[in-house]
Nanobody
């Protein structure tokens, strides 16, 4: 079992940056694959980025590749999403997700979810 708490959301102008953090409880954080998803108003939740439990492999949605970077700090039980060159279409509630390490594709099968943090990008 793991509990996730996101922070770092807010209002930013287009072209700006934000860093989201997700703090995980529990002693086995290092054994979890971690992901970020987002949901805009009226749209389904979509995959944004993910990182394997080892930190050796990452995956990004094509819409954010080259602008967003996911990383993890096992000493702090925290995963980060650095978001640069933000666009109005990045506006959404961003959710952190976790799953026990798996050979599944990084976009799939997350079991634990945070409450979300709002990111709003103004034009």
């Amino acid at each position: 079992q793991v509990q996730l708490v996101e922070s770092g959301g807010g209002l930013v102008q287009a072209g700006g940056s934000l860093r989201l953090s997700c703090a995980a409880s529990g002693r086995t954080f290092s054994s979890y694959d971690m992901g970020w998803f987002r949901q805009a108003p009226g749209k389904e939740r979509e995959f944004v980025a993910a990182i394997r439990w080892t930190g050796s492999s990452t995956s990004y949605a094509s819409s954010v590749k080259g602008r967003f970077t996911i990383s993890r700090d096992s000493a702090k039980n925290t995963v980060y999403l650095q978001m640069n060159s933000l666009k109005p279409e990045d506006t959404a509630v961003y959710y952190c997700a976790a799953r026990v390490r798996s050979s599944d594709g990084l976009r799939l099968s997350y079991d634990y979810w945070g409450q979300g943090t709002q990111v709003t990008v103004s034009s």
